[in-house]
């Protein structure tokens, strides 16, 4: 019979090792996400995939705040994040930089997430817009490519952070 594990079995780094590890060259960028839930629910599975930074936009709002601590459960003090008011420049640096943009958002131009192949020679930037208006329509010509999650349901999203969490696993698995 299967037994739950306790934490201490585990086997979980602590926040010095954390800053160690290598990171997965995959950097989260949130435009205007408003729900402080979402933010840390963001920054806890970043956490989780060693994402490398995030990057919060806009009215994004940003730690130290209690609403997104109890959600990020310490990640915020875990995963590197900075703050950049206007989303067109925080993209023109990610290029810059030499990172492919990917906008998760169902556009014209969408491309199933399933068929999108991770190559391990590339960094990225994983773009998630706001609850109600998605990504920032001003910013739209910085995207190298966008990705839609498949939904066969009566509801046309997900929550953003349910959506941040499948793309950034789907490239942590090709990553890791």
């Known amino acids: 019979?299967?037994?739950?594990?306790?934490?201490?079995?585990?086997?979980?780094?602590?926040?010095?090792?954390?800053?160690?590890?290598?990171?997965?060259?995959?950097t989260v960028v949130l435009d205007n996400v408003r729900s402080m839930h979402n933010v840390g629910a963001v920054?806890?599975?970043?956490?989780?995939?060693?994402?490398?930074?995030?990057?919060?936009?806009?009215?994004?709002?940003?730690?130290p705040h209690r609403e997104i601590h109890k959600a990020a459960l310490g990640a915020t003090e875990t995963v590197d994040w900075i703050f950049v008011k206007d989303i067109s420049e925080a993209l023109q640096n990610l290029k810059n930089e030499g990172s492919t943009i990917v906008g998760l958002e169902q556009t014209t131009a969408s491309k199933n997430i399933e068929e999108f192949e991770v190559q391990h020679d590339r960094k990225y930037s994983l773009v998630f817009g706001n609850e109600v208006d998605g990504l920032s329509e001003e910013a739209l010509p910085f995207y190298d490519c966008f990705l839609e999650i498949p939904q066969l349901g009566t509801k046309h999203s997900l929550n953003v952070s349910v959506?941040?969490?499948i793309a950034i696993w789907h490239f942590f698995k090709d990553l890791k």
Do not use: W
Not at 5 to 25: C, H, M, N, S
């Open 1 to 26: 019979m299967a037994k739950k594990l306790k934490l201490e079995d585990l086997g979980r780094v602590d926040r010095e090792t954390f800053k160690q590890i290598t990171k997965i060259p995959v």
């Open 43 to 63: 920054f806890r599975t970043s956490d989780a995939f060693i994402v490398d930074r995030i990057i919060l936009c806009g009215i994004t709002p940003v730690p």
């Open 163 to 165: 959506c941040a969490g």
